[in-house]
């Protein structure tokens, strides 16, 4: 739901909500109200009254984003409105005008966030994706890092993972704006992403964006190295299906891209062959799942990592059914030390080198970035970090 109709929901459902107060005060006696010419009484009052509440709870709900069961609270407030509307019909059919809006935001939030949602099956996944992680990492220490590309092993002591447990999951959430092509127009959007690491590395992501003034929800799921790309309009209609060998193939390389970008204590563990290329580049061969995928990864003088570059991507046409082989690269902005002491990225961009030239096709953002993490609300039952 775009921002503007989000508001202007709201502040119908709140109009809509106080209205009852009307029924209240009269079932009640607390107010002669000339608008409701039949009789209330008491009961009839308290029904207005919860009413009146659920549509108000509602619209606050629907105004703070929160909790996901919302639309269960809005199709309970249509409903006993709809009652009480039946028995003061006619003085108060009107009404019936906006429970019938009322159902239909309800059920909008039933196919966005209630059970067959995107949002719910990546909260399922994620979740059961995490219960398969080592609960109690070793801890990585410098003689770890030994036969490393020097660039690379600096990298990874600058990130703070040495000392510190393995990171063998991680949660990010982050916002940014994304493109089609070099003249397409960009759609805002917010996102999270669950991935963990090891033999079985897995990464669920999903994303909220805005597409001429449609929401649009999008779900990536890489799972037994095997990859999909679903995209939904207004949580119904399905615009792009993705699946099959070239986009495993193209997500085996964002997955090592996570890897690098985000989880450096990761690294060691990883099935990469990795070879100094100079004193500010080292490249990587990530095998996993029967794909073999390389890239090149630059670094600055203070040792940070400042790009990933691959030419085992692969750019899906709009609607997700046909690969076009590109050169891809993840340059990154920006780093800042967390409140635990790690490094981690700020700001990122997605790059595709199209015959025309280099475009960027994404401009990333990372809200947070927590490491291993066990839940995939990515805060509760963080494994617990020793400082170094």
């Not at 990795?274 to 080292?282: I, K």
Request: with cysteine; charged share 15%.
């Amino acid at each position: 739901m775009t921002n503007v109709l989000r508001w202007a929901v709201v502040v119908t459902l709140v109009c809509h909500g106080l209205i009852h107060l009307l029924g209240v005060a009269k079932g009640f006696g607390w107010a002669r109200v000339p608008q409701l010419r039949e009789p209330v009484g008491v009961g009839g009052g308290a029904l207005w009254l919860l009413a009146g509440l659920l549509v108000l709870a509602s619209a606050a709900f629907i105004a703070v984003g929160a909790p996901v069961w919302w639309w269960l609270v809005a199709g309970c407030g249509a409903l006993v409105s709809q009652v009480a509307i039946v028995m003061s019909w006619s003085d108060a059919r009107a009404g019936t005008l906006l429970n019938v809006a009322l159902v239909l935001v309800a059920a909008y939030g039933f196919l966005s966030v209630g059970p067959p949602s995107f949002h719910a099956q990546w909260q399922e996944r994620a979740t059961h994706a995490l219960a398969d992680v080592d609960p109690a990492p070793a801890v990585l220490t410098e003689t770890d890092l030994d036969g490393l590309p020097a660039p690379l092993a600096e990298y990874i002591r600058r990130s703070g993972a040495v000392g510190r447990p393995r990171v063998v999951s991680l949660y990010a959430d982050f916002h940014g704006r994304i493109r089609s092509g070099p003249d397409a127009a960009w759609m805002t959007f917010t996102g999270k992403q669950v991935n963990t690491f090891g033999p079985r590395p897995q990464r669920l992501f999903i994303m909220d964006a805005t597409r001429s003034g449609l929401p649009v929800t999008v779900l990536h799921a890489y799972q037994d190295a095997t990859a999909t790309m679903r995209a939904k309009a207004i949580s119904l209609v399905t615009v792009v299906d993705a699946a099959g060998p070239e986009m495993d193939r193209g997500e085996t390389v964002t997955v090592f891209n996570d890897l690098v970008v985000l989880a450096p204590g990761a690294i060691v563990d990883a099935p990469v062959r990795w070879t100094t290329v100079d004193a500010h580049h080292v490249r990587g061969v990530f095998a996993h799942g029967g794909q073999t995928v390389t890239a090149d990864l630059t670094f600055d003088e203070a040792g940070d990592l400042v790009d990933f570059v691959s030419e085992d991507r692969l750019r899906a046409s709009d609607d997700g059914r046909s690969f076009t082989p590109q050169r891809w690269s993840t340059p990154l902005s920006g780093h800042r030390d967390d409140e635990q002491g790690q490094r981690v990225p700020t700001s990122g961009q997605g790059r595709w080198l199209a015959p025309e030239g280099w475009f960027t096709y994404v401009e990333l953002h990372f809200d947070d970035v927590v490491h291993n993490v066990r839940s995939a609300d990515g805060t509760a039952g963080a494994v617990p970090v020793p400082r170094p």
